[in-house]
């Protein structure tokens, strides 16, 4: 069973850090792909950063870039997300996920909330 456990949201002032981790288990993790996606209240689900775990390339919303860093620990299939310089319109439940073959797979989301 393909399973995706975030941790690490909170609350934090404007301009602090917090670092999300997604432990992933139920399928062979450097195959696919582990993004991580938010969502705030009163609107979409959006991407915010992906890493390959068979060759580490990343990717980064336009949003987030020179502020997140995403990275993976292979040995504990978990991938992490380093938010620094967090802004207020960071605020959302953030998701890991994955996709393998047609189906999409969620964690249950940790909530971050960044004061002004």
């Known amino acids: 069973e393909v399973q995706l456990v975030e941790s690490g949201g909170g609350l934090v002032q404007a301009g602090g850090s917090l670092r999300l981790s997604c432990a992933a288990s139920g399928f062979t993790f450097d195959d696919y792909a582990i993004g991580w996606f938010r969502q705030a209240p009163g609107k979409e689900r959006e991407g915010v950063s992906c890493i390959s775990s068979s060759d580490g390339s990343t990717y980064y919303a336009d949003s987030v870039k020179g502020r997140f860093t995403i990275s993976s620990d292979n040995a504990k299939n978990t991938v992490y997300l380093q938010m620094n310089n967090l802004k207020p319109e960071d605020t959302a439940v953030y998701y890991c996920?994955?996709?393998?073959?047609?189906?999409?797979?969620w964690g249950q989301g940790t909530q971050v909330t960044v004061s002004s």
């Open positions: 996920n994955v996709q393998i073959g047609a189906t999409s797979y």
